[in-house]
């Protein structure tokens, strides 16, 4: 296995295990799960640090028949459908006449109702990559931690975690 070092000269994949290591919520992480290079890299990842998670799919019914043959090969892979208030599923095909356009690279609504409503209450993980959009850029690298203290952050430090307070209330 080749090993890439950051820039404290420290192994990013060991790094990457201490930190799934020290968040671990006592109900596991809420592993969400899309089938493309980054998402197989954080599970493989949670698999090597052995930590509690469940993986989820949010079947958006658009996604290629190789992408969804591909995501079945990962038996603890859960596949989740989206519904409405009323119950009835939400598939791309009917949220295109509800919103009178198909999505687009400026309008995104269909991750909202397919993807972005699973996990609530539970912590997150994503494959997502910062240089993917500015959003996620601007809004990532974050941990909010209530009712947490300093003393907390500086047990944290041990995994590779040197937290710095930010005026948006978190820490990076």
Known sequence: MIHQINLDGKDKVQVAIDRFKAFEPEEGYF??????KDSVVIKALADMAGVKYDAHYS???????ALVKFIKTFPDVQMDSSYDNDGKRITMWNLIPNKLMPPTRLVRYCCEKLKESSGQGRI???????????NRKNNQGLITFPRKSKKTLMELEGFGANFTKTDRGGWF
Do not use: H, K, N, Q
């Open 124 to 134: 997150t993980v994503t494959g997502a990559r910062w240089d993917e959009s500015s």
């Open 31 to 36: 592993l969400a799960f899309s089938g493309g």
């Open 59 to 65: 079947i958006t019914t658009v996604d290629p028949p």
